[in-house]
């Protein structure tokens, strides 16, 4: 009997890697023939490997993981990776596409390789689902065009040492700008404080975050208001925080006072 064949396509190799070990888990039979880092290369190995399932990462660079999908069509079972349930919710809510989320859960994976397997034991795929690539392809114009709001950030990916970190946003005390980085304060396991750097500038991190929880109180500070043990005043221009269970003391700047006149 032949094995089924896959690609995976992820702008980021470890996470690539990653999802290539998870399936190597959960389906043995399976062989990952292809690895692509966007959505040109992903079409490319395509039609050079003719795999029987794609896992295609939405958001990638040029060429996304959805605007890829189209090319491809139906000749492959398509299971999409993202880190935003705002496209799982919209999208895949019909049944006809399945997805995976960031980081990707033994149990969920367990579930899409069942439903694959039951796919593939029939004969190519028989829906058709130009109509809902070409809706989701529309939608990620939208958000590149900053027409439409994304849902916030759930996860941040960090690299630590030659670890690969998948960080979940609301265990983040505060994030501090480092030049071209940030610094990311967080919970690790059992509540252990943590700390990261990513190659990303806090105002794009910040745009992304969710303001009912996270609030910017310094030019190079963000900090989690939940995070918040209390807030004590300097002079009438400046306050510090502290924080429940670190000794750190951020600043907030005259412009941010505002949100904490109750004081």
Not at 75 to 80: I, K, N, T, W, Y
Not at 220 to 244: C, F, K, Q, Y
């Amino acid at each position: 009997m032949t094995r089924p064949t896959a690609l995976i396509a992820d702008d980021e190799p470890l996470l690539r890697d990653a999802l290539a070990r998870q399936l190597a888990q959960a389906w043995p039979e399976l062989d990952v023939v292809a690895q692509a880092r966007n959505g040109r290369e992903a079409v490319k190995l395509f039609e050079a490997k003719r795999p029987d399932v794609c896992f295609l990462d939405v958001h990638m660079p040029g060429l996304s993981g959805v605007e890829a999908a189209r090319e491809i069509g139906r000749r492959a079972h398509l299971v999409f990776v993202t880190a935003y349930d705002h496209y799982a919710v919209q999208a895949f809510a019909h049944g006809v596409l399945d997805y995976l989320v960031k980081p990707v859960e033994p149990a969920r994976l367990a579930d899409t390789v069942a439903r694959l397997k039951e796919r593939l034991g029939g004969a190519q795929p028989a829906l058709n689902t130009e109509a809902l690539l070409q809706q989701l392809s529309a939608q990620l114009a939208q958000l590149k065009g900053g027409s439409a709001v994304p849902a916030p950030l759930r996860w941040l990916r960090a690299q630590v040492g030659q670890t690969l970190r998948m960080i979940a946003v609301e265990e983040i005390d505060y994030l501090r700008s480092d030049t071209k980085y940030t610094l990311i304060a967080w919970r690790g396991d059992g509540g252990q404080p943590g700390e990261a750097l990513v190659r990303l500038p806090l105002r794009e991190l910040a745009a992304q975050l969710d303001p009912e929880q996270f609030a910017q109180v310094h030019r190079s500070v963000v900090v989690n208001l939940r995070a918040i043990s209390h807030v004590t005043r300097g002079d009438n221009e400046t306050a510090d925080i502290h924080l429940r269970g670190r000794r750190e003391v951020l600043p907030v700047s005259r412009s941010y006072l505002h949100l904490f006149r109750q004081m």
